[in-house]
């Protein structure tokens, strides 16, 4: 595998594709606002239910049988059905998804942090730096720039006849695909972050 001619393929495609990155930043920041702001118009059943629905530590921590493995796996199968969809969706050309995708990430992590915030004050803050913002260090750009090469490629599919429609190097499937398993790569590196690590800090608050 060139590598260097890969990190040529992805600068240029991060360059000229500033719209796309640009539009999906904000789409997942607005997301988190309107996940923070969702905490005041529940009352804490319905709260806790939709805590349990959108984090896969809290699903799992009061079930019989609960492990750091077995989260991993639960957290690894939910990154990788992710990296899955977006990879579909640039070859099924249905891009208009990849927004909702992360705006759902977005509104996840926002409504998971507000709670936690909302529930334990500042000591919720600090558990919340250390037991989200490293994994989303790196899922946020990851799924981004996945996202935004998914937006792309389904582009290509739809308009390939005409050249001026994006300044940006068009991918094969197979730079397409190889794109998809370097960041599956590096979005594992998070996975066990957040399978093993986080719960440590998360664990506090239980």
Known sequence: MNLTRYKKLLENHMENGFTFHFSLLLIFIFGVIIGSLMIKFF?????????????????????????????????????????????????????????????????????????????FGFKGFLISILGYFPQYVIFIPSFIILGALSMTMAIKYKMSANKSVLNIKRLSLFEYTTFHIIFSFIILIGTIYEGYISPIFLNMII
């Open 43 to 119: 009352n804490v059943e319905v709260q806790e239910s939709i805590l349990n629905f959108s984090s896969a530590y809290f699903n799992n921590i009061n079930r019989s049988g609960y492990s750091n493995f077995n989260l991993f796996q639960v957290c690894l199968l939910i990154r990788f059905a992710y990296v899955v969809i977006i990879y579909s969706i640039g070859l099924l050309n249905i891009s208009i998804l990849i927004p909702v995708l992360i705006f759902v990430q977005g509104g996840a992590l926002g409504f998971n942090v507000a709670y936690i915030i909302n529930n």
